[in-house]
Nanobody, 123 residues
């Protein structure tokens, strides 16, 4: 099993910054892509940003230039630095990881989610 534990959410005023962290633990061979999704009330869960093990990052259009995703492969941790926050960034932010397990001669890929952390941006 794989556990993803998020931290760093909270309440901030518009224009402020927050940094989210997500650490993966458990039994796995490697982690490919790690990233962040968010879900606002009444809306679907959407990709915010993700990053491959090789450091290639991908961002949603509405966060480009404001958010930065990074990761520490040695610590199995992904970060999301969020600057110039807007009220519309308010949502529950979920960590996501695509993990590879090796069982004997087999390879099994799985996708895991954290429990989410609330980010609230006041106007």
């Amino acid at each position: 099993q794989v556990q993803l534990v998020e931290s760093g959410g909270g309440l901030v005023q518009a224009g402020g910054s927050l940094r989210l962290s997500c650490a993966a633990s458990g039994s796995f061979s490697s982690i490919n892509t790690m990233g962040w999704y968010r879900q606002a009330p009444g809306k679907m869960r959407d990709l915010v940003a993700n990053i491959t093990s090789g450091g290639i990052a991908n961002y949603a259009d509405d966060v480009k230039g404001r958010f930065t995703v990074s990761r520490d492969n040695a610590q199995n941790t992904v970060y999301l630095q969020m600057n110039s926050l807007k009220p519309e960034d308010t949502a529950v932010y979920y960590c996501n990881a695509e993990v590879r397990h090796r069982v004997l001669s087999s390879v099994i890929d799985g996708e895991y989610w954290g429990h989410g952390t609330q980010v609230t941006v006041s106007s």
